[in-house]
């Protein structure tokens, strides 16, 4: 199975202000996809993350608020833009390929004050 | 991809076997059923997947009726730790974003 990790796994920032999420995967994978868990709520799809080209964004969710990268099969980061106190959320990072199943970081606890 | 319909939670005592359903009347035929878990403060955790058969793995058993438009997910012995909200997903294999719906919240109680 692949092993995911997240930088940072949480912080506090302040209103208007910009934080850049890491996901590292043990190996080389297909796929990355960013999701979003708002308090007390299920999972939804930000974008999945396309390597070497734009990621693709999910209805609702914008290329301005939520620029990602992926520079290669292993990383990627997501930027959660002029943040709001809306964006306090869990964000999560997921991997897959043609053989594994898709693993999720341990997701990365944003508060927003 | 097809809609999932779940309990919004279970109670199932430590020991015997949690049966967790799952309506997806909808699903096409080139559409697999997928069960996650999320405990509580971790990512989700991939269980089981199926196409028509019955599967079995070290972690559960997924028994998919025969028209496949409900599953069934056994945990045969649950412990406390087995405690976690339990997510029907269905999609196509491999590589496709997973939609995650409410799930069932699972209380394994001693």
């Known amino acids: 199975s692949a092993v995911i990790s997240q930088k940072p796994s949480r912080d506090i920032c302040q209103r208007g202000t910009s934080l850049t999420i890491q996901c590292q995967v043990d190996?080389?994978?297909?796929?990355m996809f960013w999701y979003r868990q708002q308090p007390g709520q299920s999972l939804t799809l930000i974008a999945t993350?396309?390597?070497?080209?734009?990621?693709?964004?999910e209805s609702g969710f914008v290329i301005d608020k939520f620029p990602i990268s992926r520079p290669n099969l292993t990383f990627s980061t997501l930027t959660v833009s002029n943040m709001s106190p809306e964006d306090s959320s869990i964000y999560l990072c997921?991997?897959?390929?043609?053989?594994?199943?898709?693993?999720f970081g341990p997701g990365t606890r944003l508060t927003v004050t | 991809d097809a809609k999932t319909t779940q309990p919004p939670s279970m109670d199932c005592a430590e020991g015997r076997a949690a049966n967790l359903p799952c309506n997806h009347s909808?699903?096409?035929?080139?559409?697999?059923v997928y069960w996650y878990r999320q405990i509580h403060s971790q990512g989700p955790q991939y269980i089981i997947h199926g196409l028509k058969n019955n599967e079995t793995n070290e972690m559960a058993s997924l028994i998919i009726t025969e028209d496949r438009k409900s599953s069934t997910l056994i945990l045969p012995h649950a412990t406390l730790r087995d405690t976690a909200v339990y997510y029907c997903i269905v999609r196509a294999e491999y590589g496709n974003k997973l939609v995650f719906g409410a799930g069932t919240i699972l209380r394994v109680k001693s």
């Open positions: 909808t699903i096409s035929g080139n559409e697999y």
């Open positions: 190996s080389q994978v297909t796929m």
């Open positions: 997921s991997a897959s390929d043609r053989v594994y199943e898709q693993y």
């Open positions: 993350a396309n390597q070497g080209s734009e990621a693709t964004y």
